[in-house]
């Protein structure tokens, strides 16, 4: 696996990208693979907590090189799959 922010040809993030971050930090690799862009997040999943999402937000920023506000994170940014996917895109151009 190459070092740049997106294994993509193109360089843009991918939902399946933001979707195996999330995987490996809720640790359901196996499950994620079902999720879409329409999947709920926060409030569905029970392993994505208070604390689940600290780390993911570290391993967002840390995989794509972004940077999220801690203020951001109270709006829609976890409801699903797809509106954190356009926010980690919008955020790694």
């Not at 993911?56 to 509106?83: K, N, P, Q």
Request: charge should be negative; proline fraction near 2%; hydrophobic fraction near 45%.
């Amino acid at each position: 696996m190459s070092s740049d922010v997106t294994d993509d040809a193109t360089g843009e993030v991918t939902l399946s990208d933001v979707l195996e971050v999330l995987g490996k930090v809720l640790g359901i690799e196996d499950r994620v693979s079902t999720f879409d862009a329409g999947t709920p997040l926060f409030g569905d999943l029970p392993e994505l907590d208070s604390l689940a999402v600290l780390e993911l937000v570290t391993a967002l920023e840390d995989r794509f090189g972004i940077t999220v506000d801690d203020d951001e994170l109270a709006g829609g940014l976890l409801e699903t799959a797809g509106s954190l996917h356009a926010f980690v895109g919008a955020r790694a151009r």
